[in-house]
């Protein structure tokens, strides 16, 4: 599809505080409050909520939020490129390589197309479905790391830190912390791929959603429950906890962890500073600021809508290139932990 500067914007999808609405459908997409009929990107708290009447989304994340939430009662699993009709609107969701079930949400009407990424990013992942391009008439993104000193580095070279950091303290552990969704299995799966094939003990705030990741296919190697155990049957080993348990009381039990944390935001080391992180590890689960502006590059959209993040930024890249593009004021989008 070609670049169509002059196209109309669509009076039919309308961004809200609360979401993002497809009128002629009467669906949101990833609203922040409960609605009688949602689609829904992927499961993480900011875009997947509970409390929806009818939710639409791929089978992976309607798992996740039986998980996260109790069972979507209302819940209707679509595949990825399956093509749907909702009123006069054709919908499809497709790979966004963010997290396990993650889409972007192609919607096509009065001869428009519109693509909502969701949140997304376009490095390899062995726990996830790869993001695909879409060309589109209106490409609505992410922008979580949407400034220029966002570059986040090969993914093998920060789990080699974590492998080398090991190997030199064999009588000490490494507690990484990340994210409960995407992240943590995301770095369980980096490091078995580097290699890694000894137990990697978890938090017990991980275990279900491991276990959902290993249910559909993804494999995470011998996970054990660092609960219970004593420090000495941890040494040399990794240890894989939620950011808010690294300084916890949870681990000071733990054999005389060297703390690291993985997050695109260790990318600022004030942040690293802040959180008592020795070991900082910049893997993100967000496109960065080349992933960004490429992707954009690659679809051609008309117009760019930038839904949360740093907005800013991004929206003058795309007026320095003669595309038209507008910052949409979303409320509930938060940073996470990435």
């Not at 966002?150 to 490494?174: C, I, M, Q, Y």
């Not at 137990?199 to 296919?217: E, S």
């Not at 990794?238 to 997050?263: E, N, Y």
Request: charged letters at 25%.
């Amino acid at each position: 599809m070609p670049h169509i500067a002059a196209m109309a914007s669509p009076d039919w999808l309308v961004p809200h505080p609360e979401g993002i609405y497809i009128a002629p459908a009467d669906v949101w997409i990833d609203p922040s409050t409960p609605k009688p009929s949602a689609l829904v990107t992927h499961g993480h708290a900011d875009h997947a909520r509970a409390g929806h009447g009818k939710v639409l989304a791929t089978r992976e994340t309607l798992a996740i939020m039986d998980v996260r939430y109790g069972e979507q009662v209302g819940g209707q699993g679509a595949a990825y490129g399956e093509t749907l009709r909702l009123g006069d609107v054709t919908v499809r969701f497709v790979p966004a390589g963010h997290v396990l079930g993650s889409a972007q949400i192609v919607l096509e009407h009065k001869g428009q197309r519109i693509v909502v990424s969701g949140d997304y990013k376009r490095r390899p992942d062995p726990t996830c479905a790869a993001f695909e391009p879409v060309p589109c008439d209106v490409f609505v993104t992410e922008a979580t790391f949407g400034l220029p000193v966002f570059r986040h580095p090969p993914t093998r070279g920060e789990t080699d830190k974590v492998l080398a950091t090991l190997a030199a303290n064999p009588d000490r552990s490494v507690l990484v912390g990340a994210y409960a969704l995407g992240k943590a299995q995301r770095v369980i799966a980096e490091l078995r791929g580097a290699g890694h094939d000894a137990p990697i003990y978890i938090h017990g705030a991980l275990q279900r959603l491991c276990d959902l990741y290993t249910a559909f296919g993804v494999e995470l190697g011998e996970l054990r429950p660092a609960t219970g155990l004593k420090a000495a049957e941890m040494k040399g080993a990794v240890i894989m906890a939620p950011p808010s348990a690294l300084a916890d009381r949870w681990s000071r039990r733990l054999p005389d962890p060297i703390t690291a944390m993985a997050s695109g935001w260790m990318r600022v080391r004030q942040r690293a500073v802040q959180r008592g992180v020795e070991l900082p590890l910049i893997i993100s689960d967000h496109a960065d600021w080349d992933e960004l502006t490429d992707t954009i590059t690659d679809l051609r959209p008309g117009e760019v809508w930038v839904t949360h993040g740093r907005e800013e930024a991004l929206v003058h890249w795309c007026g320095l290139r003669q595309v038209k593009a507008r910052a949409l004021d979303l409320v509930g989008r938060e940073d996470e932990e990435d």
